[in-house]
Nanobody, 123 residues
Framework: VQLQASGGGLVQAGGSLRLSCAAS????????MDWFRQAPGKEREFVAGISRNGGSTSYADSVRGRFTISRDNAKNAVYLQMNSLKPDDTAVYYCAAAFAIRTTVVLTTPNYWGQGTLVTVSS
């Protein structure tokens, strides 16, 4: 599956951004979807994940309550709404897909990765 992330940019602390990821090439609804991020000088980390049917979600402690992951299987897209952004959220954000047999599980070991989109939060 090919993944194309978009929506990154420069925002002030406290602001909001919505990232989008468009999928193509395979049956999107067969994949659990994730967002990861990598800040300068740090390892890539899990941010949020959503199950195939959208009914289950999971978040990193650092973003829970501020970020919301969602998906639209009809549009082959996954989204990350980011509110109350902090300078520590500055990173390249990647969407990723994990083939899943079950429709209700969140998986954090993707098979496919998209290119990243840069989010910069100024203080």
């Amino acid at each position: 599956v090919q993944l194309q992330a978009s929506g990154g940019g420069l925002v002030q602390a406290g602001g909001s951004l919505r990232l989008s990821c468009a999928a193509s090439g395979r049956t999107f609804s067969n994949y659990a979807m994730d967002w990861f991020r990598q800040a300068p000088g740090k390892e890539r980390e899990f941010v949020a994940g959503i199950s195939r049917n959208g009914g289950s979600t999971s978040y990193a402690d650092s973003v829970r309550g501020r970020f919301t992951i969602s998906r639209d299987n009809a549009k082959n897209a996954v989204y990350l709404q980011m509110n109350s952004l902090k300078p520590d959220d500055t990173a390249v954000y990647y969407c990723a897909a994990a083939f899943a047999i079950r429709t209700t599980v969140v998986l954090t070991t993707p098979n496919y990765w998209g290119q990243g989109t840069l989010v910069t939060v100024s203080s």
